[in-house]
């Protein structure tokens, strides 16, 4: 499959990038190195990255803006996801030819074109290495957009699933010019104001006779504070990682738009993923999630956590 996918790369004029909605960077540093990548060895391709944005993931910079008569006769690579309904911008069912590049532990119901390998850490891992072994040359641009992937998919390297191989891509990136200084300033720097906020998330956590912490973020969140979904889903649920008696811990926030509850589920070394996907969610053994229906069903997500502490 992977030569499959190579050579239609070669093969097609316009190639247009997906990923995730409500991406992360693993997501759009996967999606614009890749392109970066393409594009740099065939200067005469139109290539193309769409989907929603986050606004704490700008910094790395905009998606394209095409319409519909672009996808006629384009090939669609999508990024970090293997089920349709976490795709973002349903057009690419107008491409010609669709492939999946991913490391979730989820059944891809896309297309039979799938290169999946979820003993990478990030699928930003999995692209510099079939970009090499493809004999891509990767700029500067595309390594820092990569190396950001793996940055924070690996949680900094510290996560369960990072391997010598992730740190010898890692490596081999900055080598190759990626700005790691650039990537920790946006990430891990914050205003006086952000953190005060947290301090108020922080001060909400609350947790199970065996050791599940939780954040339930309601509506009111976002009357009290000027913040997007993706900076209280994702970017708070690390508030509880670290914590010697807690193991397991959960994100649960409102979505408003679609009046479904997201949950973010985190574990430090007990795999959880079969209980994210018995919710009809999925991701990594020590970190996944789940779209559920109300805070109801969040609480049973809970329950399930702290029956599995209790074994």
């Known amino acids: 499959m992977i030569k499959k996918l190579f050579k239609k790369i070669k093969e097609y004029d316009t190639i247009i990038i997906h990923r995730h909605l409500r991406p992360d960077l693993d997501a759009l540093g996967s999606q614009r190195g890749l392109a970066l ?94 970009l090499w072994q493809n004999k891509f040359v990767i700029s500067s641009s595309a390594a820092t957009a990569l190396y950001g992937g793996i940055v924070t998919d690996s949680g900094r390297f510290q996560y369960g699933e990072t391997t010598g191989r992730t740190l010898k891509i890692a490596g081999a990136l900055l080598d190759l010019g990626a700005d790691k200084n650039f990537i920790y300033k946006n990430l891990y720097t914050e205003s006086l104001s952000e953190r005060t906020i947290k301090n108020w998330f922080s001060s909400r956590i609350k947790t199970t006779k065996n050791g599940v912490a939780y954040l339930k973020n309601d509506k009111t969140v976002f009357e009290k504070f000027d913040l997007d979904f993706f900076n209280v889903s994702r970017g708070m649920v690390s508030l509880m990682a670290g914590i010697t008696e807690i193991p397991i811990w959960c994100n649960f926030t409102y979505d408003v738009l679609n009046d479904k509850v997201v949950g973010e589920f985190r574990s430090r070394d007990i795999s959880i993923v079969d209980i994210a996907k018995s919710f009809g969610g999925g991701g990594h053994d020590c970190a996944c999630g789940a779209t559920l229906k109300d805070f109801q069903e969040a609480d049973k997500v809970i329950a399930e956590f702290d029956k599995l502490l209790a074994k």
């Open 37 to 130: 990548a393409i594009k740099d060895k065939y200067p005469k391709k139109q290539v193309f990255i769409v989907g929603d944005m986050s606004v704490r993931y700008a910094f790395l910079g905009k998606m394209d803006e095409i319409d519909d008569s672009t996808y006629q006769n384009a090939l669609v690579i999508i990024t970090d996801v293997a089920v349709a309904n976490m795709v973002s911008d349903e057009r690419y069912k107008l491409a010609k030819e669709v492939f999946v590049i991913d490391h979730h532990k989820n059944s891809c119901d896309i297309t039979e074109n799938v290169i999946v390998d979820t003993s990478r850490i990030a699928v930003c891992e999995l692209i510099a290495d079939l």
